[in-house]
């Protein structure tokens, strides 16, 4: 199903600023590690920006990911339920999102605190 030109150009931007943050974090692991080696002094919180910004990149990338079927799922039930009863598998796919919208808040509500 098309998205809205809109709401596609959002989705792929924050992709892209996931990816950004990406190359951020290895720029800051890179300048952590030489900062240990060769100076002897390591970039403080390091550690618990990198594990906080998982779930953020997470976050930012995962409704392109869905949007462009490259999330890994196993499909076998999906696709004979979608050609012998298409309704059906609309259902069990809405299922599946709400599912994975609720998941996506409870994490959302577990990292807040240590974020803040």
């Not at 989705?11 to 060769?38: C, E, Q, S």
């Amino acid at each position: 199903m098309p998205l809205p030109f809109g709401l596609h150009r959002l989705i792929r931007g924050l992709n892209a600023l996931g990816t950004l943050w990406i190359v951020a974090l290895m720029l800051l692991i890179n300048t952590d590690v030489l900062g240990r080696n060769l100076l002897g002094a390591p970039v403080r919180g390091v550690t618990e920006l990198v594990s906080l910004s998982i779930v953020g990149i997470v976050f930012l990338q995962l409704a392109d990911t869905l949007h462009s079927g490259r999330f890994t799922r196993a499909d076998v039930l999906l696709e004979r339920l979608k050609r012998s009863r298409p309704a059906g598998a609309a259902l069990l796919q809405a299922v599946f999102h709400g599912v994975g919208a609720l998941l996506m808040a409870v994490i959302l509500w577990a990292a807040w605190a240590p974020l803040v």
